[in-house]
């Protein structure tokens, strides 16, 4: 064996270990998920996060190589999510609740978190129409955006492992609900008419609010809905005054107890 032939042999035993590595430590991922689960502890603890790159810095200090190993480090810790996120949530997530209940916020977080890629059902439909909401209801009504959301609901029947962030009128349509259930687990968010009144306020892109930000109004409204939101949920989780950890969280929870 030349020179050459040897250092490729030599790669080749980096790659299996790195494969090992990688392997070991997914695998460990999953463990400690069960161990938190287990023994009822909180199951997002960002500090760790930090804690942990700043070990792997402190390591690479001098590295000739840190720059590169950083990039694949990143790659890695990718991977680690989403080792969790597919544990904690073997089905997609479907958020669904009324404006300003923290669909967004939320599916953005746990895209974040659990490197779960996103759809924001609204933007979606932007992005395939051209319009945004407001022309949508404007120049077509509301009928013909409720079936825009119908078709887009039927499109992402093959995603997986995705937060889809529902219209709040999605459960209005019954042939809607029974898609949802079809495509993962169905999370509700709820907040009192105050909480929804103070998040919408300034917001200037909701049709069905425009000239009537009200309490009444938001409370006459989530009457109305009230049945089909419960219809379509499989866990119910209220935001009011809370954290996203402290949702998310609770979320988790509710969803393990099913
Ligand atoms: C709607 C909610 C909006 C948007 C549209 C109609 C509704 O989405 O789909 O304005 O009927 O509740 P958000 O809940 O994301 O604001």
Redesign the pocket.
């Known amino acids: 064996m030349n020179d050459l032939e040897l250092y490729r042999e030599q790669i080749t035993l980096c790659d299996e270990k790195i494969i090992e590595d990688l392997t070991e430590r997914n695998s460990i991922f999953e463990r400690m998920l069960e161990y938190k689960e287990e023994h009822g502890m909180l199951i997002l603890q960002p500090m760790q996060r930090e804690k942990r790159l700043k070990r792997l810095e402190e390591k690479l200090e001098g590295n000739p190589y840190k720059e590169e190993i950083l990039d694949v480090f990143q790659c890695i810790a990718w991977n680690g999510k989403r080792v969790q996120g597919k544990k904690l949530f073997p089905q997609n997530l479907i958020l669904i609740?009324?404006?300003?209940?923290g669909?967004?916020t939320l599916a953005r977080y746990l895209g974040e978190r659990f490197a779960m890629d996103v759809v924001e059902?609204?933007v979606e439909i932007e992005t395939q129409t051209g319009m945004s909401?407001e022309e949508i209801?404007s120049e077509y009504g509301e009928e013909r955006?409720r079936q825009l959301?119908t078709e887009l609901l039927k499109q992402l029947q093959t995603r997986e492992h995705v937060v889809i962030?529902?219209?709040?009128?999605?459960v209005?349509r019954e042939e809607n609900i029974e898609e949802l259930k079809k495509q993962g687990k169905v999370v509700l968010l709820t907040a009192s008419p105050e909480e929804i009144l103070n998040r919408?306020r300034e917001d200037k892109?909701?049709?069905?609010l425009e000239g009537k930000k009200n309490k009444e109004w938001i409370s006459q409204?989530l009457e109305e809905r009230e049945d089909k939101y419960k219809k379509a949920a499989d866990v119910i989780v209220n935001t009011d005054k809370k954290e996203i950890l402290q949702i998310c969280e609770e979320m988790i929870r509710k969803l393990e107890e099913i």
Not at 205 to 208: A, G, V
């Open positions: 609740g009324f404006m300003g209940t669909k967004t059902m609204d909401i209801f955006f959301e962030s529902c219209g709040g009128g999605i209005l919408v892109r909701r049709p069905l409204m």
